[in-house]
Nanobody, 119 residues
Framework: QVQLVESGGGLVQAGGSLRLSCVNP????????MGWYRQSPGKQRELVAA?????????KYDDSVKGRFTISRDNAKKTVYLQMDSLKPEDTALYFC???????????WGQGTQVTVSS
């Protein structure tokens, strides 16, 4: 099974920034759309941002992060990124990346990376 590996989480003050990375060793990485999801205690996992396959020319964001988060991809490095700026305490969650197929998560999830934003 393909194991996705997320990194870059940490503890940051409100208003700060973090950059998450996710390596997907799948040999055909470029043909897959990718997404970042997050899950807070007691809540369902939710889609934060998604990026189309290939050049990643199409992106999609949850309303709660529009204008603050940016998703991007580097196919040569088989990596998808999530730049998070102007962080808020409500962004605190465990963040996961996953392959997206027909708008839904597909395949194996990684272990996630914890983001904690203090007020």
């Amino acid at each position: 099974q393909v194991q996705l590996v997320e990194s870059g989480g940490g503890l940051v003050q409100a208003g700060g920034s973090l950059r998450l990375s996710c390596v997907n060793p799948l040999s055909l990485f470029s043909v897959n759309a990718m997404g970042w999801y997050r899950q807070s205690p007691g809540k369902q996992r939710e889609l934060v941002a998604a990026i189309s396959s290939g050049s990643g020319s199409v992106t999609k964001y949850d309303d709660s992060v529009k204008g603050r988060f940016t998703i991007s991809r580097d196919n040569a490095k088989k990596t998808v990124y999530l730049q998070m700026d102007s962080l808020k305490p409500e962004d605190t969650a465990l963040y996961f990346c996953v392959v997206v197929n027909a708008g839904k998560p597909f395949g194996t999830w990684g272990q996630g990376t914890q983001v904690t934003v203090s007020s």
